[in-house]
Every structure is written in structure tokens, then in C-alpha cells.
């Protein structure tokens, strides 16, 4: 389920060139780029830059509120990137083609290393800094966002009270219901392990995927049994470290979101009226793909 995907906003669509064309507009143009177009610009039409650049509006006049504001969609965007790439990562590993699931949770890894970097755009914000426009905000808060709770669901954490602020928007509040009623990548994992002989209890297999999964012992002892072959063609090993690689990631990500918090608001309540920091450490105690890391003191 791709919720990020939106409808072209015109009918103007980038036009394919063959290499010959492409060979055949350089001899034309002697070298130098096309400066002259029939239509839109045809990185416009792709990008859509010119629409996205309008998507920005500060409440104030603060100049740092446009970091602040900058910032926080570009994250949108990388959750929004990541649960594409599990997605199909969760495909290929329903169908047995665990060698393709690596690719895409090698990029999800690398988009969650952008996710990180983004943070360095806000190092600069003091307290003073960041109530200078805090109370514009409202109600708003990060908490809200609806992309990262799919993020979240794609990975385990699971918990369905968290879909409840967004009963007012139809679509939504029926996507993130959805992500819930499937299961997590995790649980694709698990159900992978069971397919390639690891002996893992029914009721584990069979159970409710709307509630968070649980450590179980039975799937450490199959991981610790993975990683027992070091083999160069154990490919449910390249899985294990591939998931570790997005787990670590994602704990990362977490970690500099409540030093963030820490160093622009303290303690204070969140603007959505969570304990803020109190919140956030909570949080980072449920553990993205718990046996992964806890069969490593058996290894």
C-alpha cells in the first residue's frame, strides 16, 4: 500500500528521448544545454521543484522558523521514502527472494543515514531560538505525523491507540488502519524463518499482527542458528545484517530526536501534549527487531 503517491498535477509529461535523440540534440546544441522549450521545463515536469518550493509557509517572520519548517518536510518525505523501499522489501520476502530483499533495505538504510543528517539543519536552535515561534504552532507537533507512523507499524512498533488523531481525515485514519491489519516486516521475517525449517511456535506464526510483536526465545535460538554459518552464500545472515542496518538507523534517528528535543525545550510538555522528553525516552525502550539484537549475547 503506496500512501504517498499522488495524481500528476497537469497532463504534461516528461517525454522519453532515445540515445540517438540524446546523441542528436548534443550535435545540435554543440555541446551546450537546451535553453529553449516548447512546454514546461522538463525537469519541472518530473521534480515538480516549482510546486514543492511553495509548500513552505512560516507563521512568522523569524527567519530560523524556515529551517525549522524545511527541515521537518524533508523527514516527511525521507519516512515517506523508507516505508517505500520496506514495502518492497516485505514483497520480495513474502515470495522467498531474499537475495532481492537486500537491496531495497540497503537503500532504506541509506535513506534513514539522510534522515539523521537532516538533523544538522536545527543543531543551531537554542531555546530562545526555537520559542520565537513555538506558540504559532498550536497543537502541532511531530507526534502528528501520520507518515512516521506508518514507519513505525512497518517495523514493529505498533501500538493502535496512536491512529486516533486523525479520525477527522477519512483516507488517513483508513491507511494507518490498514498498516495495522498487516503484518510488519518483522513479522515477514519471522514467517521467513518458519518457511526455511526454523522450528517457531503456531501461535507465534498465527498471531494477532495488530498488536506489537513480543520477544520470543524461539526466534533468537533461530537467529543465533543463522549466524552460526558464516558462510559467504548464507543469505539469511546478509538479511539479519541488513535489518540490523535499518534497526540502528532508526534507534539512531530516535535518539537524535530526543537530544533535539532535549536541547531546545528541556522538559518541557510537547506542543501536542505529551510529556516530551519524557515521552521520547519511553519510546526508545521498545526495541525495532528485538531478537536480532538480543541473540547476539548467545553468538
Known sequence: METNLREPETSTTVRPLTAGQRVARAARNGGRPTLEFTERVPYDTYVHASTLHTLQQPLSDDPGEMSFLVVSQIMELYFGLTCHELRQAQRDLRADRVWAALAPLRRATLHLEGLNAAWRGLRWMTPADFNRFRNLLGEGSGFQSAMYRHLEFLLGLRDPALIRPFRRQEQVHADLRAALAVPSLWDDVVALLARHGHDLPADLLARDVTDEHQPHPAVEAAWVRVYADSGPDNHLRML??????????????????????????????????????????????????PELWSARTAM
Open 240 to 289: 539479519g545484517e541488513a535489518l540490523t542496518g535499518v534497526a540502528e538507523e532508526f534507534g539512531d534517528w530516535r535518539w537524535n530526536h530526543l537530544k533535539a528535543v532535549q536541547r531546545t525545550m528541556g522538559a518541557k510538555v510537547g506542543s501536542g501534549g505529551s510529556a516530551g522528553l519524557a515521552w521520547l525516552q519511553r519510546s526508545m525502550a521498545r526495541v525495532v527487531f
